[in-house]
């Protein structure tokens, strides 16, 4: 079997055992966490098969395509994968070592990934849907860990206004089929340039409010902010650190590769609702008083930079894009993994973690920001957008640093030893990508022209 079937087998058939399993048990999470690093394994080995021979896909049972199951992993795909699987991985670790108080976290954490990793190595349509379902299906329950009113509370939001961005991507799912007669995504990327504009562009409006949806940008955010403050760190890292990625990805694979011609039609229209949630997102995040809440806001205004790469388009845009969507989730998920510890470690670490979103060197946010300046050179109303951006970004971050950390005004656990070491891995993995930037660098360009390339 290669490790392009592997890295979704071992999770999926894991997670169907662990979610029947009391994860209450220390053995359970920590099982859960060998699946997880397993299908992280697998995928840095797909990784090396595809950067040295391109990308590759198969479908079960050589059926014709359309009817097997087809896979496929590309530069793009893979990115994506690795990063939700380290999130979640990070995340699980750090919950595990705290002690799981949900029999189904666990398992439901391995399903996640096994959704996560299905939606980035799909090449069919159908199974997008179907990976994409499973994913949310399992954060839906995770979103209720804790058991507390709040977290019911926000566990509904975040149910219903997905399940309704959902029930649009469906739809869309749906007008594809109809237009097309085909799932497989690269018949469909051939067979969309010949429908009629105006039916392409509904198709590709009702993709766009699906991903806008699950990534939180401005103005589809609502629910982001409650869901995100009413769960716990490590629900709230793999929502914002791996379950987003969809959005991200969703953008970048189907307008990028599926709907190039729609992307570039509405290129002034993506760039001015990212500048809107860059600074919806900032200053709402300025004024809040706890780093749950900051990083909720920051996360709206952090996507935004993404919209405006993707409305760049081209291979600088959507290379701009791919850079910066990597480091936005490993930001999200070091900071609310951090934010209810404390002590000189974790302090350490949410400075670096604040540096990286406010794109100040060493951190791997510097580099983003720059990949985004260069995206957008020539333009002088976006550059400053940009600068007053990242200002914004560096006073929110470190007025919440300067009062979690610096003036102790709000207490914290210390937290177990190997929780600070995840956190201090993450803050490492940041700096690293900061001062070696070469290699992602290098994989988001890949990526980015895999996907071909509108706009300039």
């Not at 380290?86 to 799981?100: D, F, N, P």
């Not at 970048?252 to 229209?269: D, I, N, Q, S, Y």
Request: net charge negative.
């Amino acid at each position: 079997m290669s490790a392009l079937w592997i890295s979704l087998v071992i999770p999926w058939a894991a997670g169907a055992i662990l979610v029947v399993c009391d994860g209450r048990r220390p053995a359970i999470g920590w099982a859960a966490v060998a699946a997880v690093a397993a299908n992280l394994v697998a995928l840095v080995v797909l990784a090396s098969e595809v950067l040295a021979s391109g990308a590759m896909s198969e479908t079960t049972g050589d059926w014709p395509l359309g009817v097997g199951i087809t896979v496929r992993a590309d530069e793009l795909g893979i990115l994506f994968a690795l990063l939700s699987s380290l999130a979640v991985l990070a995340a699980l670790i750090h919950e595990t070592l705290e002690g799981c108080h949900d029999r189904v976290f666990p398992g439901l954490t391995v399903l996640l990934t096994t959704g996560l990793t299905g939606v980035f190595l799909t090449g069919d349509l159908f199974n997008f849907y179907v990976f994409f379902e499973l994913a949310m299906a399992a954060a839906y329950v995770l979103s209720t860990y804790g058991g507390t009113r709040r977290e019911l509370g926000s566990a509904l939001v975040f149910t219903t206004v997905n399940l309704l961005g959902t029930f649009v991507f469906l739809l869309s799912v749906a007008g594809v089929y109809h237009v097309t007669g085909s799932l497989d995504m690269a018949q469909i990327g051939e067979r969309l340039a010949g429908v009629d504009a105006s039916t392409a562009v509904l198709i590709a409006v009702g993709f766009f409010v699906a991903f806008a949806v699950k990534l939180g940008l401005f103005p589809f955010h609502f629910w982001l902010p409650t869901v995100y403050t009413g769960s716990g760190p490590a629900v709230a890292a793999i929502l914002s650190g791996g379950l987003a990625n969809i959005g991200a990805y969703g953008l970048l694979r189907f307008g990028g590769e599926l709907l190039p011609a729609e992307l570039e039609l509405a290129a002034v229209a993506l760039i001015v609702l990212g500048s809107a949630s860059v600074l919806y997102g900032g200053l709402l995040a300025i004024s809040r008083r706890s780093a749950g809440e900051m990083l909720a806001y920051s996360a709206i205004g952090q996507v935004g930079y993404v919209l405006i790469a993707i409305g760049i388009g081209g291979p600088v845009g959507f290379g701009a894009a791919i850079l910066y969507a990597v480091v936005n989730a490993l930001n999200k998920t070091l900071m609310f993994l951090g934010s209810r510890m404390r002590g000189t470690l974790v302090g350490a670490a949410f400075a670096l973690g604040a540096l990286s979103i406010a794109g100040v060197p060493p951190a791997a946010g510097f580099v983003g920001k720059l990949e985004l300046f260069r995206a957008v050179a020539g333009e002088p109303v976006l550059i400053a957008l940009l600068l007053l951006g990242s200002i914004l970004s560096l006073i929110y971050a470190f007025q919440i640093y300067q009062f979690d950390f610096w003036r102790l005004e709000r207490e914290g656990a210390v937290g177990h030893a190997g929780q600070r070491a995840v956190v201090a891995v993450l803050a490492l993995l940041v700096l690293a990508i900061g001062i070696w930037p070469e290699p992602l660098l290098a994989l988001s360009q890949d990526a980015a022209e895999a996907l071909g390339g509108s706009g300039s």
